[in-house]
T-cell receptor
C-alpha cells in the first residue's frame, strides 16, 4: 500500500516560535502533496497544494507568509508555521498523491499542534 | 456558501439498522466524489468512490445525482465498528484538490 508519514505526531510550542512539520511519502513518489487543517469538531480544510520544485498554491484566506511550504523532493513536503499563536493550534494533516487518479491520494496520520 | 455541506448528526442507531447520509455540493464543475471515514483523532481513510451509476461495496452503497448536486451513502446492517465520522469529499479542477464536508457522526449502539 501507499504509506505517508508525518513528523512530529504532536508538538507543543510557545507563542511566537516557529514549528516545522514534515510529510513524507515512504514508498512512492509524490509530485503533489496537500496540507489540511482540522479544528475540533470541524472538517478538514484544504490549506495549500504543494508541488515539487515549484511554489505552493494556497487556498483563499490562508496566509502564505505564515504557513511556509517547501516541497524539495518527490517524497518530502514541509509546512512551517511561523510566529505561531494559540489560534494556530490545530490538527494538521498532509496527503500525497500517487499517480494521476483522484482517489490515489493518501493521508498522513496528522500532527497535533498546541501553541501555548 | 460552503463547497460541501453535510448534516453533522449525530446519528445514533442500533446494531443492524440501516442508516443514510446525504451531502450536497455547490460547484457543478466538481469532478470526482468520495466518501471517507475518519475515526477520532486519526487521518481520514477512503471508504468508496461515488459514481452516477451508483456503486456498492458490501453493506455500503453510494450514489451521485449530478443534476441535484447530491451524494448519498447508505449503510445496511450497521455494525459497532461502523461508528465513526463519515466525510463527503468532492474534487474540482485537474489539481484534484479535495474539499471535505463537515462530516456526519455515526454511533452504532449495541
Amino acid at each position: 500500500g501507499a504509506v505517508v508519514s508525518q513528523h512530529p505526531s504532536w508538538v507543543i510550542c510557545k507563542s511566537g516560535t516557529s514549528v516545522k512539520i514534515e510529510c513524507r511519502s515512504l514508498d512512492f513518489q509524490a509530485t503533489t502533496m496537500f496540507w489540511y487543517r482540522q479544528f475540533p469538531k470541524q472538517s478538514l480544510m484544504l490549506m495549500a497544494t504543494s508541488n515539487e520544485g515549484s511554489k505552493a498554491t494556497y487556498e483563499q484566506g490562508v496566509e502564505k507568509d505564515k504557513f511556509l511550504i517547501n516541497h524539495a523532493s518527490l517524497t518530502l513536503s514541509t509546512l512551517t508555521v511561523t510566529s505561531a499563536h494559540p489560534e494556530d493550534s490545530s490538527f494538521y494533516i498532509c496527503s500525497a498523491r500517487r499517480g494521476t487518479r483522484p482517489y490515489e491520494q493518501y493521508f498522513g496520520p496528522g500532527t497535533r499542534l498546541t501553541v501555548t | 456558501r460552503k463547497e460541501v455541506e453535510q448534516d453533522p448528526g449525530p446519528f445514533n442507531v442500533p446494531e443492524g439498522a440501516t442508516v443514510a447520509f446525504n451531502c450536497t455540493y455547490s460547484n457543478s464543475a466538481s469532478q470526482s466524489f468520495f466518501w471517507y471515514r475518519q475515526d477520532c483523532r486519526k487521518e481520514p481513510k477512503l471508504l468508496m468512490s461515488v459514481y452516477s451509476s451508483g456503486n456498492e461495496d458490501g453493506r455500503f452503497t453510494a450514489q451521485l445525482n449530478r443534476a441535484s448536486q447530491y451524494i448519498s451513502l447508505l449503510i445496511r446492517d450497521s455494525k459497532l465498528s461502523d461508528s465513526a465520522t463519515y466525510l463527503c469529499v468532492v474534487t474540482k479542477n485537474t489539481g484534484n484538490q479535495f474539499y471535505f464536508g463537515t462530516g456526519t457522526s455515526l454511533t452504532v449502539i449495541p
